[in-house]
């Protein structure tokens, strides 16, 4: 199975790659962009026996790994067979 997880940085936390990625769409004449927030997208391979285990095993290589809980959050946007 295949698991897509989507890292952010959390609301509150400043993103100044995004806002350079802003000001550059600004500058190329995308005014209306108005905002930018980078992130991660990861791919992860699991074998589990259905999507509730890989949705676990997801869940907990995220916390634990691939976001820093202090200032990202994570969501598991799909289980893929």
Same mark, same amino acid.
């Given at each position: 199975? !295949?698991?897509? +997880?989507? +890292?952010?940085? !959390?609301?509150?936390?400043?993103?100044?790659?995004? !806002?350079?990625?802003?000001?550059?769409?600004?500058?190329?004449?995308?005014?209306?962009? =108005?905002?930018?927030?980078?992130?991660?997208?990861?791919? $992860?391979? $699991?074998?589990?026996?259905? =999507?509730?285990?890989?949705?676990?095993?997801?869940? =907990?290589?995220?916390? !634990?790994?691939?976001?820093?809980? +202090? $200032?990202?959050?994570?969501?598991?946007?799909?289980? =893929?067979?």
């Amino acid at each position: 199975m !295949k698991a897509l +997880v989507h +890292v952010t940085l !959390k609301a509150d936390v400043l993103d100044p790659q995004g !806002k350079a990625i802003a000001h550059a769409c600004a500058a190329l004449g995308h005014g209306a962009v =108005e905002g930018v927030r980078q992130g991660k997208l990861f791919e $992860i391979e $699991i074998s589990a026996p259905d =999507e509730a285990a890989a949705r676990g095993v997801a869940a =907990e290589v995220s916390e !634990k790994l691939l976001a820093n809980p +202090v $200032i990202e959050d994570y969501a598991i946007l799909r289980i =893929e067979p």
